[in-house]
């Protein structure tokens, strides 16, 4: 009890994950990784391929053993405590199969069995565009009703949080997007959502906050806008001029990260400043700027700047 | 911390047996959809018993075989042959098959553990064994007149005991195959070796007498004898009840220690 105050900060934290560590055949797949999820949010895990993310969900899940740190869910320790966590918990796992010949509602009807307290899975199968299918066997099922009946699996224990691992990969777009829709949902519905995605778009538009991982390790943890305004280059402003402006003026503008020039137009990051900048020098020249762009840096820039990819 | 209701040691047990009732009976459905395997462990061994039993020569006393028809010998080989289809063939590609897809793994993040999987498929290749063999005694009985077994508790022991052997030996190829087509290689390279240990070529009784000393040495050349000599209403011989017991504890050893969830 008196220890308290000194974890009250992840005092709403449903998912704990401090120090992590876990190495195969001498690499350290996951090297000290620590975030904390908070009750009824969206939590992304980004990073590159191979950077730990698979690794990191599945020890929280119980799947690993992880080789030191700490790992809790719900304060429940997901190796030793695997059963209760397993109550709690809703997993969908990357590259995973039912049997070819399970039909959605006998996979629907056995994993609601499996639980103590199950959703009804009808509405479930509803909501999820399933109710068409549920004489469908599994093997012929496209990918996008499979990835669907994954997600009703992994809902259907009644858990507090769900694991979702790659959700989207290999949908198309239209799918992707009801797909977004229903996770949207289901944390209206409280349930705490643990994403893992390489989709930055998925990421910007669903995770109220992102752990960056690469290497193993957490190169930064924010919301998608502030992982996107620690970039020196948060804004980037576009334009043709109808006269040529020189180097010697654009470098003298504020906050200006870089120049690009290209068949007459010149590309600008920089910032909010560098925008107003930019905007008051073309006045006063009194150049007209011809497809005057102004845009906000995206998720993936921020993604390249700190992961250091090129 | 957080004291448990009274109810809550036995509720979950509860909760984890009808779990396991429903793994079952999903697997018994998917069991019934697979008509390839059906017809290699229900329908085969009776249908191998039927067209020997229409060779006449078959139905004819042997002075070889103590007065008996081969007809009459044949009946416990092809019982035998359907339990080596059930652990051999039937079984260790579905559980390579469940860890190569990632089914073990899902079940895995369930209440449920996996091996709620692996004992489904012992009880219903187990369950299709013995119904297999119901098949083979039966025929054997109405159409070829072959007496029932005189030495009935025996031959049920022998029975439960090449099963067990089976099922332990089906246990180990799906712990060391990596894919369901690996099992089913594995599979069909020990059953034909298997078969002939049943007697399926030459009788294990008629054979040259270093070799049956070696087949006699193997689970189901044991089991055979031991069969065949409930079958007459003598209680078989402990070494070759032995024989198959120790197997099946080997056998058994090595599966659980070589066999990977993932």
């Known amino acids: 009890m008196t220890l308290a105050s000194g974890s009250a900060a992840v005092h709403g934290a449903v998912v ?19 975030f904390a999820v908070e009750e009824g949010e969206i939590f992304g895990i980004l990073g590159p391929n191979g950077a730990g993310k698979t690794t ?100 259907i224990g009644n858990p507090r949080v769900v694991v979702l691992d790659e959700l989207t990969t290999g949908l198309d777009p239209r799918a992707r997007r009801d797909t977004w829709e229903l996770i949207e949902d289901v944390r209206a519905g409280g349930v705490t959502v643990l994403l893992v995605t390489h989709f930055m778009e998925e990421a910007q538009r669903l995770c109220d906050r992102i752990a960056l991982i690469d290497n193993g390790r957490v190169t930064a943890l924010d919301t998608p806008r502030g992982l996107i305004a620690r970039l020196a280059r948060s804004t980037v402003i576009s334009f043709t001029p109808s006269v040529p402006l020189d180097d010697e003026e654009l470098s003298a503008l504020p906050a200006l990260a870089s120049v690009e020039r290209r068949e007459g137009r010149i590309t600008l990051g920089g910032t909010d400043e560098t925008v107003n900048a930019v905007i008051s020098l073309l006045a006063r020249r009194r150049i007209t700027a011809h497809q ?13 700047d700190l992961t250091g990819t090129p | 911390m957080n004291a448990s209701p009274p109810s809550a040691t036995t509720a979950p047990a509860t909760a984890r047996r009808a779990a396991r009732t429903a793994v079952l009976r999903a ?5 019934l959809r697979e008509p390839g395997s059906l017809f290699w462990v229900l329908a085969f061994p009776p249908l191998l018993l039927a067209i020997l039993g229409c060779i006449p020569m078959f139905r004819e006393v042997s002075d070889d075989l103590d007065g008996l028809r081969p007809i009459d010998i044949y009946v416990p080989v092809t019982v035998l042959i359907g339990l080596i289809v059930v652990g051999a063939q039937a079984m260790p590609p579905v559980i390579t098959g469940y860890r190569e897809r990632g089914i073990l793994r899902r079940m895995s993040t369930t209440p449920v553990r996996p091996a709620a999987l692996l004992s489904a498929q012992m009880v219903l290749n187990g369950v299709a064994g013995l119904v297999s063999a119901l098949l083979s005694v039966t025929l054997g009985r109405v159409v070829f007149d072959v007496a029932l077994p005189r030495q009935f508790p025996a031959y049920l022991l022998v029975l439960l005991l090449a099963l067990a052997a089976s099922l332990s030996l089906g246990a180990l190829i799906s712990a060391w195959a990596r894919t369901a087509r690996n099992a089913s290689a594995i599979g069909t390279v020990v059953f034909f070796p298997m078969l002939f240990c049943t007697g399926l070529w030459l009788p294990v009784r008629t054979m040259p007498d270093v070799m049956a000393r070696v087949v006699e040495a193997t689970p189901f050349g044991a089991a055979a004898r031991a069969l065949d000599q409930a079958a007459v209403g003598d209680w078989p011989a402990w070494s070759h009840l032995g024989v198959t017991a120790a197997w099946t504890a080997v056998l058994t050893a090595a599966a659980v220690r070589w066999f990977r969830w993932e």
């Open chain 2, 27 to 31: 697997e018994a459905r998917l069991y």
């Open chain 1, 16 to 34: 704990e994950v401090s120090e992590m560590r876990k190495s195969y055949g001498g690499r350290d797949v996951v090297d000290g990784i620590s």
């Open chain 1, 56 to 155: 990191t969900v599945e020890c929280v899940e119980g799947l690993r053993v992880p080789d030191g740190g700490r790992v809790r869910v719900a304060g429940l320790d997901p190796v030793a405590d695997h059963d209760e966590v397993t109550r709690v918990l809703g997993a969908q796992l990357q590259e995973s199969e039912l049997q070819a010949k399970l039909t959605v509602r006998e996979a629907l009807e056995l994993y609601s069995a499996l639980y103590p307290h199950p959703l009804d899975w009808r509405p479930l199968a509803e909501r999820l565009g399933l109710t068409g299918r549920l004489t469908t066997r599994f093997g012929r099922l496209s990918g996008g009703q499979k990835q669907r009946l994954f997600i009703a699996l992994a809902l």
């Open chain 1, 292 to 304: 005057l762009r102004v845009s906000d840096a995206t998720l993936d820039d921020a993604f390249l």
